[in-house]
């Protein structure tokens, strides 16, 4: 795969959509990993979805054209590539806004950390989907992956990842809200997850979770001035309603940003193993498609870039603040817990099973206080982007689901911690 080493992730491509990938370098892995002579021509359509959810990638949705006539290779295929432009967008936008400065410096510093952490989250989605294909897609909810592109020292600016497209499928951003029928097809799947790591070598884990690339992506996001920002923009969003709360929030954000006890929480309820955890499991790496009464499922989950050994309850702390509406979440979180829990009990089989439905929910409290406040930029500058696109009316009914959220989601990081 040609590349120009002088070029790194950051800098805009020339490639498809702006960025460093090339259809002869798609072509080439659906070559390679697809076994097959066949290629895309020029003439498949090409279009940017979900604009906007993605922090850094650029999905593209590619409607086929093949150079042989061909029955069983895809009509459509979803083409994740890695991308820098949407998380300089809302740098730029906080900037502008007065949220956080950065000298010359500073900006070098944290464009060379951004370099080394997207590419390493890359390498750690394509590393755990090669894990995933170890269990039945059916209970994971994976989406079928054709091909991917890590970095290496000879490829630093084309990361990506071919799948399959969901006919009629959609995602449902922060400012939506989810019942707990919908996301039950989500509460499975973790459960099967979580199971799976006791069916995979223990060597083969060591390997695919060889660093740190979770703990320091964190660490990144939510230490000093980024935090502040965060801080900033979440009360900015409603000063009246918010103001007070984020106050009394943030001065107990130094006790809550314990990094060493949120990512050893385990060591601390006394669970023996850690579980796989997706990391990034909210709203919008959900696919949701309609069924035939009408409503919605959860089809599909996406995006391991923060995929990493640890607490069983992390993933479900993120999923019911990000897809249920704050009043949901509080009457029934211990009953979703309770579901999640016999559905990984009917998961592990025959298994050792590794922890209580107890510890499960003293994690659950315990996790949410770190998990809370990690949310607050998916609430906020996340959805500001989306909105901007949204009539007036469409946009206040968003704002109001948010609020909602967002209050509740404060008070109950104030309420575990």
């Known amino acids: 795969m040609a590349t120009d080493n002088s070029l790194t992730i950051l800098d805009d491509g020339n490639g498809l959509f702006g960025t460093h990938v090339t259809l002869e370098d798609v072509n080439n892995s659906i070559r390679e990993q697809m076994d097959t002579d066949l290629e895309l021509t020029p003439e498949s359509e090409m279009m940017v979805i979900e604009d906007g959810n993605g922090f850094s990638s650029c999905v593209v949705l590619i409607s086929c054209k093949w150079n042989k006539p061909s029955d069983t290779f895809p009509h459509k295929i979803v083409l994740k590539i890695v991308s820098f432009s949407h998380i300089k967008a809302l740098i730029s936008k906080a900037e502008k806004e007065g949220i956080f400065t950065r000298s010359e410096t500073e900006k070098k510093n944290m464009n060379e950390n951004f370099e080394i952490s997207i590419q390493r989250i890359h390498n750690q989605e394509v590393d755990f989907y090669n894990v ?132 050893n929480l385990n060591k601390y309820i006394d669970i023996p193993k850690n579980v796989f955890v997706h990391g990034d499991l909210w709203s919008a790496n959900i696919l949701f498609a309609p069924s035939k009464d009408g409503s919605m499922y959860a089809c599909k989950v996406l995006d391991y870039q923060l995929s990493h050994m640890g607490n069983p309850a992390e993933d479900l702390v993120r999923l019911l603040c990000s897809t249920l509406s704050g009043s949901q979440r509080r009457q029934n979180w211990e009953h979703i817990l309770e579901n999640f829990y016999a559905y990984f009990l009917e998961a592990m089989q025959t298994k050792e099973i590794p922890y209580t439905l107890e510890q499960l929910k003293l994690s659950y409290r315990s996790y949410f206080p770190m998990g809370g406040l990690a949310l607050l930029p998916l609430l906020g500058p996340a959805a500001d982007v989306k909105m901007k696109s949204m009539s007036e009316k469409t946009a206040e009914k968003s704002r109001k689901v948010l609020a909602e959220k967002i209050e509740c989601l404060l008070q109950d990081v104030e309420k575990f911690y």
């Open 132 to 263: 995933l294909g170890k269990g039945e897609p059916e209970n994971l909810l994976t989406p079928n992956v054709y091909f991917m592109s890590k970095f290496d020292e000879n490829n630093k600016t084309k990361g990506f990842i071919g799948m399959e497209y969901i006919e009629g499928s959609v995602t449902r951003h922060s400012y939506e809200n989810c019942t707990v029928k919908e996301i039950q097809p989500v509460l499975k799947a973790i459960a099967h997850i979580q199971a799976l790591t006791f069916s995979i070598p223990e060597e083969e884990i060591e390997k695919t979770f060889k660093d740190n690339s979770y703990t320091e992506s964190m660490k990144s996001m939510m230490e000093g001035e980024i935090m502040t920002g965060i801080f900033m923009h979440t009360k900015n969003q409603n000063p009246e309603r918010f103001g007070e709360l984020v106050a009394r929030v943030e001065r107990l954000a130094p006790g809550i940003l314990d990094f060493e006890k949120a990512f």
